[in-house]
């Protein structure tokens, strides 16, 4: 699923010291396929210059609406022409205030009101800056001329001061980039998607888990929060960071997973449990087990989560996964029915480039009156997708029905 691939991302840099987190935010989109191009404002060349742009892009850098470019010689309608997104990040203050009275009075601002485009603002400011009713109010009015804002994220800022307003992750911009491309064929959707393992204490110091690495359940709460539904991530510890835009709730045990499950359950449209929960916990021993001491584990089985969801369920799509070592269809199907699924997504994970911590996926997905549909082998960003694709189908037929 190359979102990005062949795309023309225009980028317009403005005057902040963000300015200096853009290469990397170029090299992912370059990573995927994308051709960038990039506007600086004056303000911008005071933390950054066009030759870092250049080197990075090998496209000429555009910084004066007076100047006369051969390659495209109505700069301020021909590069909005050329882009598929514009992207404008970091965006100043400034910048936000001039976008949002329609003022044109340089390349970017110019380049703005004669693009067509979808266009994506990412601030980046002072705490008390982007908290200023003035800027607030200018960010509620851009999001009403139709352009994407992004919530800036929190965190030390350039100042010294603690709080919201740096540059958001550059890897969710890029996920918001591929957003703005993408259809928003499931507004108007509340998904709860799981990931990640759960974690079963033994003693204060001590677990047992499994190998999941959340890959799986966050390309999938990734994927559907691109296409515009509303989404709940529950997750269980891993190493990677929550995809921009989802509602993330971490959890440890299955336990904990449980009862965030059941609470968020009632107001949504469809669960995707891709987590691994654990089936079995070894009764805790609240003291750190000694070297010295004889140690027998004694387990007993948590909750099956999405059984418990089979049985409360009322208009709610439950797809669930399977991981399997063998009898990968017989079992998968098992657990359709007792689990009361609409869908499983069957994973043999003994095969290689399957399952557990890789970055691709080879699954069956089952639906409940047997048909099956066995996909090849790939990325699990493009498993989600297609995943998606199946579940909006079924949703769509709920509402009709
Ligand atoms: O995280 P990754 O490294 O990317 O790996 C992806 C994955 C292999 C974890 C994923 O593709 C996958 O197969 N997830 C389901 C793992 C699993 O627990 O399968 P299961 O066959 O044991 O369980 C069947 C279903 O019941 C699953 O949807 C599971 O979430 C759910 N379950 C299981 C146990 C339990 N106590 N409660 C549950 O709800």
Same mark, same amino acid.
């Given at each position: 699923m190359d979102i990005l691939k062949d795309k023309h991302i225009l980028i317009g840099i403005t005057?902040?010291?963000?300015?200096?987190?853009i290469p990397d935010l170029i090299r992912l989109l370059q990573g995927q396929g994308a051709e960038v191009k990039v506007i600086l404002t004056k303000g911008a060349q005071a933390f950054i210059t066009p030759l870092t742009f250049a080197a990075l892009t090998r496209n000429q850098v555009y910084t004066d609406i007076f100047e006369f470019y051969p390659e495209h010689p109505v700069i301020h309608l021909d590069l909005g022409a050329w882009a598929d997104a514009f992207v404008i990040?970091? /965006?100043s203050a400034n910048i936000l205030a001039k976008l949002a009275q329609g003022i044109a009075d340089d390349l970017l601002t110019s380049t703005v009101l004669g693009c067509k485009k979808p266009v994506l603002i990412c601030p980046a400011m002072n705490t008390n800056m982007y908290f200023n009713a003035a800027v607030q109010a200018n960010i509620a009015r851009l999001r009403e001329f139709g352009m994407d804002v992004m919530t800036p994220a929190q965190g030390k800022l350039a100042c010294g001061v603690e709080g919201a307003?740096?540059?958001?992750?550059v890897q969710g911009i890029l996920e918001k980039i591929e957003a703005i491309l993408l259809?928003?064929?499931? /507004?108007?959707y509340k998904m709860l998607v799981t990931a990640g393992p759960t974690q079963e204490p033994i003693d204060p110091v001590r677990f047992i888990s499994n190998r999941s690495s959340g890959k799986m359940g966050l390309a999938i709460a990734c994927a559907a929060c691109q296409r515009g539904a509303e989404v709940t991530l529950i997750s269980g510890p891993t190493h990677l960071k929550p995809p921009y835009g989802v509602n993330f709730i971490p959890v440890t045990t299955a336990e904990e997973m449980k009862n965030a499950i059941l609470k968020s359950?009632?107001?949504?449209d469809a669960v995707i449990m891709a987590a691994a929960v654990a089936d079995f916990k070894p009764a805790y021993v609240p003291h750190k087990i000694k070297k010295s001491e004889q140690i027998t584990l004694s387990m007993q089985k948590t909750d099956d989560i999405l059984s418990l969801l089979g049985q409360q369920k009322q208009h709610q799509l439950l797809v669930g996964f399977a991981a399997e070592t063998q009898n990968l269809i017989k079992e998968a199907c098992k657990k359709i029915r007792q689990k009361n699924l609409d869908m499983i997504v069957a994973n043999?994970?003994?095969?290689?480039?399957?399952?557990?911590?890789?970055?691709t996926n080879q699954v069956t997905i089952i639906y409940r009156n047997g048909v099956r549909e066995q996909w090849p082998l790939m990325t699990k960003k493009a498993v989600a997708m297609r995943l998606l694709d199946r579940v909006k189908e079924l949703l769509s037929r709920c509402r009709m029905s």
């Open positions: 005057g902040s010291i963000a300015a200096y987190r990040a970091p /965006a307003g740096r540059l958001p992750d259809p928003q064929d499931l /507004a108007g359950f009632p107001q949504m043999n994970v003994m095969q290689p480039g399957a399952g557990f911590e890789v970055s």
